[in-house]
Nanobody, 124 residues
Framework: QVQLVESGGGLVQVGGSLTLSCAASGHTFHPYGAAWFRQAPGKEREFVAYIATSGGTTIYADSVKGRFTASTDNDKNTVYLRMSSPRPEDTARYYC?????????????????WGQGTQVTVSS
């Protein structure tokens, strides 16, 4: 049984920082990597970041580029998302996702496994 478990969410102030973690069991993020998505109330789930577990290539949504950093610990089969300089518009539930094959990393539909999400609230 595949489980992705996110943690690290909470309340953070503008200008602060927060690191989300996603640990997988029953699935390895290698070699297809992992992605982070988020969903705010009343909005569609949107792509945030992707990290390849081979080579560490990262891809970011324009809205978070330069502020968020995705990383991975392959030994722990865990991926991270460090949120620096968060903004109120970053408030959302954050989900990590894993995949069994390749495909566009920005599309939610190309991911096979999802965690339950962790809530991030940014206060001004």
């Amino acid at each position: 049984q595949v489980q992705l478990v996110e943690s690290g969410g909470g309340l953070v102030q503008v200008g602060g920082s927060l690191t989300l973690s996603c640990a997988a069991s029953g699935h390895t993020f290698h070699p297809y990597g992992a992605a982070w998505f988020r969903q705010a109330p009343g909005k569609e789930r949107e792509f945030v970041a992707y990290i390849a577990t081979s080579g560490g290539t990262t891809i970011y949504a324009d809205s978070v580029k330069g502020r968020f950093t995705a990383s991975t610990d392959n030994d722990k089969n865990t991926v991270y998302l460090r949120m620096s300089s968060p903004r109120p518009e970053d408030t959302a539930r954050y989900y990590c996702a894993g995949r069994k094959t390749g495909g566009s990393v920005r599309l939610a539909t190309t991911n096979d496994y999802w965690g339950q999400g962790t809530q991030v609230t940014v206060s001004s």
